[in-house]
DNA sequence: TAAATACTGAACCATATAGTTCAGTGTATA
DNA sequence: TATACACTGAACTATATGGTTCAGTATTTA
């Protein structure tokens, strides 16, 4: 078995394409939590809730310590930057796709067109 | 079979954690392409890349368009606001918890922790 | 010290991804 | 019309994901 993790973000856009992940970041912005208590808000076993911080902490996007029996999840340092700047380059892509004139002039010619 | 497909920005995320993919809106960016073209450009056979294409456009952030033999993908109109708004406003969070104070406490108390 | 709590790890299941090959179908061209 | 081209679909492989249960270990707490 190789294990290949692939790039940062790679790891970081999977990490946040599920639900599930997405609403923990969302909850560790209000405050650290354990995994107990983000498994009794997401309504999960322990074990899910375990694997889908490991998904976030593996991305960069969370932290934990465990500290006695309890384990603290919080957001990492890491931070959202890399992502955000991807998205915004490549937003400026899509728009300037639909200023240029050939996307007006191929809206004009829909008609006679397959799937 | 059930196939549930997720919500948007699942589709999303889940078609941007890939390399390949990446660079096929890269690439759709600088023009349309055909599926023969960027099967070539990123050293993969059709079927491969029709199967990368397919991701993209259940995500919607590409279309297709067959005419003739050829299928041609352009960005689709979609574009990437969605998932530009959901980085901002989690950036947001996690710039907020590093400059609260617990944050400086808890460096602080660096000492003696586990994993 | 006994019991409850919090997590951990292995094993399992169903489905998805990332790729391939191979055998087509339909379209353009010589 | 024969050949080449562009794509399509089925089938297969290996691995990852998202979840579970069950059986632990370690730490609190009564």
Known sequence: ????????LDLSFAALSDATRRG????????DASITSLADQFQMTLTGMKKHVQV???????VTQKVGR???CKLG???????????????KLFEARFEALD????EMKQEGSDD
Do not use: C, F
């Not at 078995?1 to 940062?8: A, N």
């Not at 923990?24 to 405050?31: A, E, F, N, T, V």
């Not at 976030?56 to 969370?62: I, K, M």
């Not at 996307?103 to 191929?106: A, F, K, L, V």
């Open 103 to 106: 996307e007006i002039i191929s």
């Open 77 to 91: 340092k890491r931070g959202l930057n890399a992502e955000a700047e991807w998205i915004e380059a490549h937003r």
């Open 70 to 72: 309890v384990r603290t």
């Open 24 to 31: 923990i970041i969302d909850q560790l912005g209000r405050g």
């Open 1 to 8: 078995m190789v294990q290949y993790l692939g790039s940062p």
């Open 56 to 62: 976030l902490e593996r991305a960069g996007l969370v």
